[in-house]
């Protein structure tokens, strides 16, 4: 039998790029391709690049110069991908390079530097796929690409406009996985809300029954699993609405990750973000009518091109009124080929400093101030890690990597993945510590 050959992977960027990274590695696995924990046992790297922001584009480049040093044949693929130009400058020695979710470009790139071996061992894949994330929670991609074009923004240029995948293949991969023991699935997408429209809603046979490829039909779905399903990457349309009863009924898990971005209209209009024009705080209000318990997690840019004092006065009151749980905040900083670097009023850095400052100070009073008003409720959260001083969990209200954590001091018997019910005692600005709950 011929010796299986071996490939290392790099997967930066997005949990969007993660699941391409997953599918690459899945095909090549399939084919009989093993995977190599390291540069030196690899005999050829292929690197997954983001090319979101400046920070990323370096990050991306030093990966493959790495790679290239270590190993020396390496495949290019993702987001920076779609600038070869810009990685061939810096890296003239990398042997192939594709652009985002192109896996059967990828997939053949690596046949021919490095042909697969005459045996695969397909049987050796199990169902669910080759996994980056722990075995407890997956990433389900349900979309491709964006109709949107923020002006702060490339990835319609690098994706393209949104490609949906039919609804019965989502749910197909959703049940595989919750057959594997995943406990928990995280919806990603560039535009979860916009879910089919490029599909018009078309039905496909789901089970026996017909379901349209639309955000409700797939929520309502995959609440039928029975395990927890999370929202990202949201946009605030009315139609939005229909799901929140489905959350309050505990159909999915009570979390928005929306990315508001600001508050201003002016500012958003310049951002040309979807949903510009929306009563964004009447829609959360009304939302928690509906679901009291409903986290809201959202991101935003300040210091974005002619920003006035007044305009971030406005975004900092709307923190106020909104009261949103988890926030993350950016400078806002060009990015290569975006239309915001043509805008007028360009924003000095000391002054986008000094704003985001503000911003972070006061948006942690209102996280802390929410989580502190969870100490004593009975929550059910899920186990992360083991480690020496007890479990580290997560409730319903975090997300994996980007959100808080729960510590239970001392339950070391629990297992990674364990679903516990568990009395929150403290809180700090992000996290929380609980013990467990025997009612
Ligand atoms: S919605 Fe806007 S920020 Fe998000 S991917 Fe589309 S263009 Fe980019």
Redesign the pocket.
């Known amino acids: 039998m011929t010796k299986a050959a071996k490939i290392g992977f790099i997967s930066l960027g997005c949990p969007k790029a993660l699941v391409d990274s997953e599918r690459i590695l899945t095909k090549l696995r399939s084919e009989g391709y093993e995977v190599a924990p390291d540069y030196e046992g690899a005999d050829m790297v292929v690197v997954n690049t983001c090319g979101f922001i400046d920070s990323a584009v370096e990050e991306s480049l030093d990966s493959i110069g790495e790679a290239l040093n270590k190993n020396g044949k390496v495949i290019v693929t993702g987001c920076l991908g779609a600038r070869p130009d810009e990685i061939l400058e810096k890296h003239p020695q990398v042997l192939e390079i594709t652009g985002a979710h192109a896996l059967e470009e990828v997939v053949s790139a690596v046949h021919k530097h490095l042909p697969p071996a005459h045996d695969p061992f397909t049987s050796l894949v199990p169902p669910e796929g080759i996994k980056l994330t722990p075995k407890h929670y997956a990433y389900l991609k349900i979309s491709e690409g964006?109709?949107?074009?923020?002006s702060?923004?490339i990835?319609?240029s690098m994706r393209g406009d949104l490609v949906s995948r039919p609804v019965n293949s989502v749910l197909a991969e959703a049940k595989r996985l919750a057959d594997a023991g995943v406990k928990e699935l995280l919806v990603v997408s560039?535009?979860t809300s916009a879910y089919g429209l490029d599909l018009k809603y078309a039905e496909y046979d789901w089970q026996g029954k017909e379901i349209r490829t639309r955000f409700y039909d797939l929520a309502e779905a995959l609440g039928e699993l029975g395990i927890w399903v999370r929202m990202h990457?949201v946009?605030p349309y009315p139609h939005v609405d229909e799901v929140v009863p489905l959350m309050a009924s505990g159909k999915i898990l009570p979390y928005l990750d929306i990315?508001f971005q600001h508050a201003n209209t002016r500012i958003l209009k310049l951002m040309?973000?979807?949903a510009a024009t929306e009563n964004n705080l009447e829609r959360i209000k009304a939302w928690r009518k509906i679901c009291p318990d409903l986290v809201i997690r959202s991101t935003f840019i300040v210091g974005f091109p002619g920003e006035t004092e007044a305009e971030f006065q406005e975004l900092l009151d709307f923190l106020t009124e909104a009261q949103l749980d988890r926030v993350g905040c950016f400078a806002y900083s060009p990015v290569k080929g975006a239309a915001a670097n043509e805008l007028p009023d360009q924003i000095p850095e000391a002054i986008q400093q000094e704003r985001l400052e503000r911003f972070m100070a006061h948006q942690a009073g209102i996280s802390a101030a929410r989580l502190q008003q969870r100490v004593g409720q009975i929550e059910q959260v899920i186990i992360d890690e083991v480690v020496e001083e007890g479990a580290v969990a997560r409730s319903m209200a975090d997300a994996p990597e980007i959100d808080g954590q729960v510590f239970i001091d001392g339950a070391t018997h629990l297992k990674v993945g364990d679903l516990v019910t568990v009395e929150i005692e403290e809180a700090d600005d992000y996290d929380m510590w609980g013990r467990l709950y025997q009612s």
């Open positions: 964006c109709n949107h074009r923020c702060f923004c990835i319609p560039q535009d990457y946009y990315p040309k973000r979807p």
